[in-house]
């Protein structure tokens, strides 16, 4: 993985550094049940010292240049200390799912320390039924969803008795912390690089003018229709409102293969599922609150990989957005499904999410003011109510020292007036929700996490109905 000394983080990296404030984290992560008894810490921190050479932005921290025109750089830290980041706790006895939710939400509610490297990764005992816990938390500016997936296959094993890891047998030794003057000059560096690519794009405009002209034409209907939805706001909702530091989380357990029965039966992807299931439990969640639901379409930013197949194991972020609507006016589940899928179809054959990835672009030549104004644009409660994110995982199991990932519950993050995220991740046939909510703002969101459940159980059951329908 090209991790390097004094690389300069991307603007949409940097984005999220802008973002963060007291009361919204930008950290993501997830929690993970594992099978058999807790080892001791002292061999998780041996697992994960063992394998710190495949992941060397674990060793780094941020340092800003002069000119970083709000984008910081990775330098290797030269106190960097596993122990502080591979933490160990234990939850008390009985040691039930509702103390490790609590726990959860605990951990998610501190922000990660930005003088050390951007990462935390806690080992939990005292479970039920003689299981151990997991939880990781790493900052966006790291890492995205799809690359944390790669991540994860280099922190775990394919088997519970894997081949050693291959390593140089060199120890790492890091760089010296960079000197004022090695700090303007990689700032100055980055500026040059900067103005070399717009200059570079200029010459092979004017070589290659058709494909040029091509190429606006995209990326200016790409930006009209982020414009669109900027002066189209998402309607005002309980999830729009002030957020405090403190979180609440719920982990919903589901069966991929429910997901895939719907999809069958009805058309659109898994995906298209996911995301009525979403829609289906919010209504039912706002109608319980006496709110009315007639003519609401709520707006949610689903995040999409734009990681080319070459880059998949680099760290950092390759996401656009895009806003898909999640019609809360629609009382049949069937129906619901139905104008979702038409409706993110749509959206992928749209010039939205290029639209998003060109103004990231165009963010990488930013000054920091602008980059900062930008940010806050992307989390605007005008574009969006909630984070909706769907990570495929790996369909097959995963060990650590041996014992078995059974269960992984994803954690997304809360933007500024963004009281819940809604995150999904398949695994080994699971497919599993992780919500996040503000703790003053939904002191209900059990009843969300309930209402999913729900919502797939009834579209299950039509699909089961129209299959023996139409056999």
């Given at each position: 993985?090209?991790?390097r000394?004094?690389?300069?983080?991307?603007?949409?990296d940097a984005s999220?550094?802008?973002?963060?404030?007291p009361?919204s984290?930008?950290?993501?992560?997830g929690?993970?049940?594992?099978?058999?008894?807790?080892?001791?810490v002292?061999?998780?921190?041996?697992q994960v010292r063992?394998r710190?050479?495949?992941?060397?932005?674990?060793?780094?921290?941020?340092?800003h240049?002069?000119?970083?025109?709000?984008r910081?750089?990775?330098?290797?830290?030269p106190?960097?200390n596993?122990?502080?980041?591979?933490?160990?706790?234990?939850?008390?006895?009985p040691?039930?799912?509702?103390?490790?939710?609590?726990?959860t939400?605990?951990?998610?509610s501190?922000?990660?320390d930005r003088?050390k490297p951007?990462w935390?990764?806690?080992?939990?005992?005292?479970?039920?039924?003689g299981?151990?816990?997991?939880?990781?938390?790493?900052h966006?500016?790291?890492?995205?969803g799809?690359?944390g997936i790669?991540?994860?296959?280099?922190l775990?094993?394919?088997?519970?008795?894997?081949p050693?890891i291959?390593?140089?047998?060199?120890?790492?030794?890091?760089?010296?912390?960079?000197s004022?003057a090695?700090?303007?000059?990689?700032?100055?560096?980055?500026?040059i690089?900067?103005a070399?690519?717009v200059?570079?794009?200029?010459?092979?405009?004017m070589?290659?003018?058709?494909?040029?002209?091509?190429?606006?034409?995209?990326?200016?209907?790409g930006?009209?229709?982020?414009?669109?939805?900027?002066?189209?706001p998402?309607?005002s909702?309980p999830f729009?409102?002030?957020i405090?530091?403190?979180?609440?989380?719920?982990?919903?357990?589901?069966?991929l293969?429910?997901?895939?029965?719907?999809?069958?039966?009805?058309?659109?992807?898994?995906n298209d599922?996911?995301l009525?299931?979403?829609?289906?439990?919010?209504?039912?969640?706002?109608?319980?609150?006496?709110?009315?639901?007639?003519?609401?379409e709520?707006r949610?930013?689903?995040p999409?990989?734009?990681?080319?197949?070459?880059?998949?194991?680099?760290?950092?972020?390759?996401?656009?957005?895009m806003?898909?609507?999640?019609?809360?006016?629609?009382?049949?589940?069937?129906?619901?499904?139905?104008?979702?899928s038409?409706?993110m179809a749509g959206?992928?054959?749209?010039k939205?999410?290029?639209?998003?990835?060109?103004?990231a672009?165009?963010?990488?030549f930013?000054?920091?003011?602008?980059l900062?104004?930008?940010s806050?644009?992307?989390?605007?409660?005008r574009?969006?109510?909630?984070?909706v994110?769907?990570?495929?995982?790996?369909?097959?199991?995963?060990y650590?020292?041996?014992?078995?990932?059974?269960?992984?519950?994803?954690?997304?993050f809360?933007?500024?007036n963004?009281?819940l995220?809604?995150?999904?991740?398949s695994?080994?046939?699971?497919?599993?929700f992780?919500l996040?909510?503000?703790?003053?703002?939904?002191?209900d969101?059990?009843?969300?996490?309930?209402h999913?459940?729900l919502e797939?159980?009834a579209?299950?059951?039509?699909?089961?109905e129209?299959?023996?329908?139409?056999?």
């Amino acid at each position: 993985m090209p991790q390097r000394h004094l690389d300069r983080l991307t603007a949409i990296d940097a984005s999220f550094l802008h973002q963060e404030g007291p009361d919204s984290h930008m950290h993501v992560g997830g929690l993970t049940i594992i099978e058999g008894p807790p080892p001791p810490v002292e061999d998780l921190l041996e697992q994960v010292r063992q394998r710190l050479h495949l992941v060397p932005r674990y060793r780094q921290k941020l340092a800003h240049t002069a000119i970083d025109s709000g984008r910081p750089v990775w330098v290797d830290d030269p106190n960097f200390n596993p122990e502080y980041h591979v933490r160990h706790t234990a939850l008390p006895a009985p040691g039930h799912w509702q103390q490790l939710r609590e726990l959860t939400a605990r951990i998610f509610s501190q922000a990660l320390d930005r003088s050390k490297p951007l990462w935390e990764m806690w080992l939990i005992e005292g479970l039920q039924d003689g299981r151990f816990a997991l939880i990781s938390k790493n900052h966006h500016a790291l890492i995205d969803g799809i690359s944390g997936i790669d991540l994860a296959t280099v922190l775990f094993d394919l088997s519970p008795d894997p081949p050693p890891i291959k390593h140089s047998g060199r120890p790492w030794q890091p760089h010296p912390e960079p000197s004022s003057a090695e700090l303007v000059a990689v700032g100055a560096r980055g500026a040059i690089r900067a103005a070399t690519e717009v200059v570079g794009g200029a010459v092979d405009a004017m070589a290659h003018p058709d494909r040029a002209i091509a190429r606006g034409r995209e990326a200016a209907e790409g930006i009209g229709e982020l414009m669109w939805a900027v002066l189209n706001p998402a309607p005002s909702t309980p999830f729009n409102v002030a957020i405090g530091p403190h979180r609440r989380f719920v982990g919903v357990t589901n069966r991929l293969e429910d997901f895939k029965l719907v999809k069958n039966a009805f058309g659109g992807t898994v995906n298209d599922v996911v995301l009525s299931v979403v829609t289906g439990a919010l209504r039912s969640f706002l109608i319980s609150r006496g709110i009315r639901t007639e003519g609401l379409e709520l707006r949610a930013l689903v995040p999409v990989s734009v990681r080319a197949a070459d880059e998949r194991g680099h760290l950092g972020n390759r996401i656009a957005a895009m806003r898909g609507p999640l019609p809360a006016y629609i009382a049949d589940p069937v129906q619901r499904l139905r104008f979702v899928s038409h409706a993110m179809a749509g959206l992928k054959e749209s010039k939205q999410a290029l639209g998003a990835e060109m103004i990231a672009n165009v963010q990488n030549f930013a000054p920091p003011t602008i980059l900062a104004q930008a940010s806050r644009l992307n989390f605007s409660t005008r574009l969006f109510n909630l984070i909706v994110t769907n990570v495929p995982g790996p369909q097959f199991p995963l060990y650590v020292l041996g014992r078995e990932m059974l269960h992984a519950y994803p954690i997304a993050f809360l933007p500024e007036n963004h009281a819940l995220a809604v995150a999904i991740m398949s695994y080994n046939g699971e497919m599993n929700f992780g919500l996040l909510g503000d703790f003053d703002a939904l002191p209900d969101i059990d009843s969300i996490g309930e209402h999913i459940a729900l919502e797939l159980s009834a579209l299950v059951a039509m699909a089961a109905e129209a299959t023996v329908a139409s056999a």
